[in-house]
């Protein structure tokens, strides 16, 4: 029997910290240097909408297609070049990275899903660029703008209405098998080429730029640039980071 450990890859919270399941069954709780209660929630394991019911049999299709349907609604949204949503169905990779990515991490956490998961993976980044392993969690309406040589990694998890320009990495600095990926909250935007490395938070209505390397939490509204990432407060919203999209061209 292998003696690696393994990652329990339930919602974290801060009333289920991440655990490891060593291999001679012991469990182990992990925490992040540092970590105090959650602040970031796991979103990908957000409640359904209370206004309807995904019951019976065609539940899970229907939930698919409102899913698959406001995913692409937040990436007209957010991409200015977006003529229709017909036009991105075909051509987005990223949406397309995204819908492969959901139907893989519901095969990963099924019992000897793992790795068929991981080889459809492989399967989806060659076509589309973008590197998602099944285990990471991602939130509602993710968008992934351009997706060529996107790298999110396995314990990495992103909150709701986040969106990341192409050569974004969700890395890790460690070798340990332990949470070693960033928790991403909800609303952030990752410029292109930028690295977001090791278990740290970025809070909610971050903007990280382009190119930068973020190996600190950043906490919410910051915007932070440069290599290292140096944190700085914009005066203006920075929850309307949509509104003038023509600024990310
Ligand atoms: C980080 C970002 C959101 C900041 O936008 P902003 O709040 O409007 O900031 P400003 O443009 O006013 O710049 C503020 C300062 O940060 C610097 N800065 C901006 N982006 C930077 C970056 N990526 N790296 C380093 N410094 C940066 C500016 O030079 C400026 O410096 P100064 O005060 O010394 O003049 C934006 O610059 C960015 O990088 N967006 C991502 C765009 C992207 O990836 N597009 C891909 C399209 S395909």
């Known amino acids: 029997m292998s003696t690696a450990p393994q990652i329990d890859h339930e919602p974290r919270s801060a009333e289920k910290p ?3 399941v060593r291999g001679d069954g012991a469990t182990e709780v992990v925490r992040m240097a540092g970590e105090p209660a959650a602040t970031v929630t796991s979103h990908a394991a957000a409640a359904l909408p209370d206004e309807r019911s995904y019951a019976g049999p065609l539940g899970f299709v229907r939930k698919l297609a409102d899913r698959a349907r406001e995913d692409v609604d937040g990436a007209i949204e957010r991409d200015p070049a977006a003529n229709s949503r017909l036009e991105m169905v ?19 956490k099924r019992p000897g899903g793992r790795l068929p998961a991981r080889v459809l993976a492989t399967v989806t980044r060659s076509i589309t660029g973008v590197e998602i392993h099944p285990a990471a969690r ?3 309406r993710f968008f992934i703008d351009h997706g060529m040589g996107v790298v999110i990694g396995e314990t990495a998890e992103v909150g709701d209405d986040v969106m990341i320009y192409h050569g974004v990495t969700l890395g890790g600095r460690s070798m340990e098998h332990v949470k070693r990926h960033p928790t991403v909250g909800d609303r952030v935007t990752i410029g292109a080429g930028a690295r977001v ?8 209505d971050v903007q990280i730029g382009a190119n930068s390397v973020v190996v600190k939490d950043v906490p919410a509204g910051a915007v932070a640039t440069g290599i290292p990432a140096v944190i700085r407060f914009p005066k203006r919203d920075a929850t309307n980071q949509w509104l003038d999209p023509a600024m990310y061209i």
């Open 197 to 204: 490395l090791g278990p740290i938070r970025v809070g909610d």
């Open 138 to 140: 991602l939130g509602r």
């Open 18 to 20: 991440l655990t490891l």
């Open 90 to 108: 075909l051509t987005s990779p990223g949406l397309h990275a995204i819908w492969a990515h959901r139907g893989l991490h519901e095969l990963w």
